[in-house]
């Protein structure tokens, strides 16, 4: 049977991957667990050290500046949810073999100034050409951060009781790389302003403003970026790594007009389609309106959009006060539509 396209589904990594991690080490806190982006090593003098990878993004149809800033924005955004940002950075590139050296300095140069703007010393890793290499992964990398351990938060720390807010709009990723990547379709059929309004919401898929900005207020218990699954699967994920059920209102979840516009473009639901730069927090209902309050301030729209719950009542999704379970979708449709959409001949 043929792998999926996208992140290994939940039960593969049950099957294959939990439990076979190498040697069990005491000072690892966090190691891998679904819905859990970010590992944790215990330091002495109460410090601990977070670390994430993923992969590098070489995208021809969005261009090489483009394609850097996913490439640094994206492992940060998992760092972000810790609500410190990324302080050091190893790159493993697979570059393609017909990659030209102008391009190749052109693209890391646009790596190394994202990664300044962080403040993000790159620190090593591994540079190659590889025959046959066609992808648009180029390769992987990860970012470290040393930090206060008691002051790092983790996605699976969110407790029963606790309101499940959402920053910005879902799809924001997913609707700002198809406009980019077929602009003819997404002007035809959605219109000019559409596609402007799609194409420069692309550097808002970056949440490490919205992380550092909810932490400051002290009130957040847990934070999750938004990938593939969407904000849906984000919560569900969520829910899932901190042992607990959630209840999602659908209809509240933030769903921007030009988002939308485009989603429908290539028939996918928004809510459930990649969506870096939305950023799915954690916090007691008693202080929601401080912690939206303090992003409203950094321009950041954020909507309460469910509650925590205990496992029992486990994890559902409202539409139009009716309940049904939220189920985990392991193939996001985002994947599906792109490749469709470019086998089909969309420009």
């Not at 955004?77 to 590139?93: E, H, I, K, R, S």
Request: hydrophobic share 40%; glycine share 10%; proline share 5%.
């Amino acid at each position: 049977m043929m792998a999926k396209l996208g992140k290994i589904e939940p039960h593969l990594f049950d099957a294959y991957i939990s439990g076979r991690c190498g040697a069990a080490r005491p000072e690892v806190i966090a190691g891998p667990q679904f819905g859990v982006d970010v590992a944790l090593v215990d330091l002495p003098a109460g410090m601990a050290m977070a670390l994430t990878s993923d992969p590098l993004s070489l995208i021809p149809s969005l261009g090489l500046q483009e394609s850097a800033w996913l490439s640094v924005q994206l492992m940060a955004n998992d760092m972000a949810t810790t609500g410190f940002a990324p302080q050091y950075g190893q790159f493993v590139l697979n570059l393609p073999a017909t990659f030209s050296k102008n391009d190749f300095k052109t693209y890391w140069q646009h790596i190394d100034t994202f990664c300044k703007e962080i403040g993000i010393a790159i620190t090593g890793g591994h540079t190659g050409f590889i025959e046959g290499q066609n992808s648009t992964i180029a390769g992987g990398g990860t970012f470290i951060t040393v930090a206060p351990k008691d002051e790092i938060l983790l996605s699976k720390y969110a407790q029963p009781g606790d309101a499940i807010l959402v920053t910005k709009s879902a799809a924001l990723s997913a609707s700002a790389i198809l406009a980019l990547s077929f602009p003819e379709t997404v002007k035809n059929k959605a219109g000019a302003e559409v596609y402007q309004k799609a194409c420069a919401s692309f550097y808002d898929t970056s949440c490490l403003k919205d992380a550092l900005t909810a932490k400051s207020t002290g009130y957040i218990t847990a934070m999750h970026d938004v990938t593939e699954g969407g904000v849906l699967g984000a919560i569900y994920e969520m829910a899932s790594a901190s042992g607990h059920g959630a209840v999602v209102y659908a209809d509240r979840l933030p769903v921007d007009s030009v988002q939308s516009a485009v989603c429908r473009v290539f028939g996918l639901d928004p809510k459930c389609c990649i969506g870096a730069g939305a950023l799915v927090i954690t916090c007691k209902k008693a202080n929601v309106s401080s912690v939206i309050k303090a992003l409203g301030k950094e321009g950041i729209a954020c909507t309460e959009v469910g509650e925590v719950v205990p496992v029992q009542q486990g994890i559902t999704r409202v539409d139009g006060g009716v309940p049904s379970a939220l189920t985990y979708q392991e193939e996001d449709p985002y994947w599906a539509a792109f490749f469709n959409a470019y086998k089909n001949g969309w420009k």
